[in-house]
C-alpha cells in the first residue's frame, strides 16, 4: 500500500507555524515545487557554531521518513552549508529549503520538536 504523502508547501508551512510558537526564526530560503519538492532544512546555530543541513530520508523497510544530518555530525560554515545545498538544488530544481535560526539547534523535525 502506498502512504499518502503531504505535499512539500504543506510541509513547510506547518514547519514555519511550529517554530513560530516557539518564538524562533524560521524562513523559506528557496521554495520548490509546491507540490512534490523535497524539504531540506539548513539549521543556522549562529557565526560561532555553523550549521547544519537537513535531509529527509525514507526508511522504506519501517516506511518511515527520518531526517539525517546531510553535512555531517558536526556543524559546518554557513558557507559550506550553502554550497552542499546549491549542488543538491542543480540535481533536484524542484528542491525546497527552510532556514532555521536557533542557537540550540531545535529544528520541526527532531524527536523533541513537540
Not at 24 to 40: K, M
Not at 41 to 69: H, I, M, Q, S
Request: charged share 35%.
Amino acid at each position: 500500500m502506498t502512504e499518502a504523502r503531504l505535499k512539500a508547501q504543506v510541509i513547510v508551512q506547518a514547519a514555519i507555524r511550529r517554530a513560530s510558537m516557539r518564538g524562533i526564526a524560521a524562513t523559506v530560503a528557496r521554495r520548490g515545487d509546491p507540490d512534490a519538492g523535497a524539504v531540506y532544512v539548513k539549521v543556522n546555530r549562529g557565526p560561532d557554531v555553523g550549521c547544519t543541513v537537513l535531509a529527509p530520508t525514507r526508511d522504506y523497510e519501517r516506511e518511515v521518513t527520518f531526517w539525517r544530518r546531510a553535512t555531517g555530525d558536526d556543524p559546518v560554515p554557513e558557507a559550506d552549508a550553502d554550497a552542499f545545498i546549491e549542488r543538491e538544488r542543480r540535481i533536484d530544481p524542484d528542491l525546497w529549503v527552510l532556514e532555521i535560526e536557533d542557537r540550540e539547534g531545535w529544528h520541526p523535525f527532531g524527536e523533541d520538536a513537540e
